[in-house]
């Protein structure tokens, strides 16, 4: 196996415990290009060093399946529940997030161990087909899976972030084929869509996360969408155009962390002699215009819309978009693990799904009628519903698996190390 080529998990794998086990191993062939040290970073509180995400989701693991549902199963250090426990008050203590770059044990190898030790007693749990919770447990491991793909994700966008921070640009791998610069992209279209009563949120028998439920009716106005992502080479018109220097395009929330970090430029964005250059996880490359821009707050993607006369889609209309589309893009397993430029054909929207998570305009909020999950894993989503906004889509980091057009990702509106763009909308 090449390192750091992700091996697919199928949708409805036959066997849990081979999608099991081979999306737990894609988690650590993720790492294979990175030094234990690299594997220890903490750049910011809220990006957790690779270690961390290895063990974390090993520790989910052990506490929401082995925990409840394994009778012979002894935790491999009592501890690990208070150094790998996010943020589950339900379980107990947690080491502090901003700290987390300070565990230099357990070791990378240590880690690796423990994961080994779980995903053994996982599967062995899953070999004992009599269980009385057999459906429960299959119910949960699905549950890890996704909690899994979403921390793979994280890894990658945590990495690029803390590695961006040495002024020696190390690559998280060396590109593979960097492909022709500043490819030609067909100009932007608006796509009209019709309004009414329309049904959003999960509808099929599958996994979805409880916050995609119920599903329920929501009133859409008519509105246009565009055809495909803001390129790169478009934000850099609103840069040129002093487009960070100018506080009428920005919310006040917006303005107030432009001035604050002196916000000049989108986060991996540079200039060297006159030449733009954008740092991605191959390494620092030239700007390449042709491609989405990624890696924005919701201000900048909201301030970007405002100065191009459009706005950001609501979540509802993404959605209604979204689900006439199969799920298809730039994802993980394309193993681009960057954006890649619209060859959508005319009259179709493109880009849906994968290449950037899409900001919209929607405040992450409770559907009517929400309920959480019953338990410490009611803590998973329910809680974080204030002050965040929707993202919708999926990225060229998220596992294919993974996505769906109901699917809710969600993040401050300051937030930008996340592997976000912009779409643009409008009222029609
Ligand atoms: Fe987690």
Redesign the pocket.
Known sequence: MKPNVIEPVAQQPESIADAFSALRESSVVLCANLTPEDCNLQAMPETSPAKWHLA??TW?FESFVLGEYSSNYVPVNPLYAVLFN?YYNGIGEQFPRAERGLLSRPTLAEVIDYRTIVNEAVVELLSDTAHPQRELIHERIELGLH?EA??QELLLTDVKYNLFQNPLFPAYRQQVDAGPLNNTVAPMRFINCEGGQLETGYADNAFCFDNELPRHIEYVAPFKLADRLVTSGEYLEFVIDGGYDNPDHWLADGWHEVKQNNWKLPLYWGSIDGQWLEYTLNGLQPLDESLPISHLSYFEAQAYAAWAGYRLPTEAQWEIAAQLQPVAGNLLDADSLQPQPASNAAGTIGQLYGDCWEWTQSAYLPYPGYQPLPGAVGEYNGKFMSGQMVLRGGSCLSQAFHIRSSYRNFFYPRDRWQCSGIRLAADI
């Open positions: 974390h989701t989910f996010s909690h979403q921390h």
